[in-house]
């Protein structure tokens, strides 16, 4: 078992920034890849990056490549979104993931997921 609890996000004006972070407890967070998914009001949740166990493998969405970074750190438990140039577009919950084993792209493969964190972007 899993738990993630996001926290860091808030509100920003447009080009601002903002870093989230997901801290993790249980058993074997440095094997897990893990994700950030969004959720923009009335909209599906979508893949925004992931990273694999080692951090040595990163994969970002096309809408947010080149702004926003993703990273972990396996001796606190925690990964981070680093989120630069922001736009309103950007404005969704924010959920981290943990996936065991499958495609990071699909929020289906994940195993866990934490309660989200608001990040609203004025213009």
């Known amino acids: 078992q899993v738990q993630l609890v996001e926290s860091g996000g808030g509100l920003v004006q447009t080009g601002g920034s903002l870093r989230l972070s997901c801290a993790a407890s249980g058993r074997a967070f440095s094997t897990y890849t893990m994700g950030w998914f969004r959720q923009a009001p009335g909209k599906e949740r979508e893949f925004v990056a992931s990273i694999n166990w080692s951090g040595s493998t990163t994969y970002n969405a096309d809408s947010v490549k080149g702004r926003f970074t993703i990273s972990r750190d396996n001796a606190k438990n925690t990964v981070y979104l680093q989120m630069n140039s922001l736009k309103p577009e950007d404005t969704a919950v924010y959920y981290c993931?943990?996936?065991?084993?499958?495609?990071?792209?699909?929020?289906?493969?994940?195993?866990?997921w934490g309660q989200g964190t608001q990040v609203t972007v004025s213009s």
């Open positions: 993931a943990a996936l065991k084993s499958g495609s990071y792209y699909y929020t289906r493969n994940y195993d866990y």
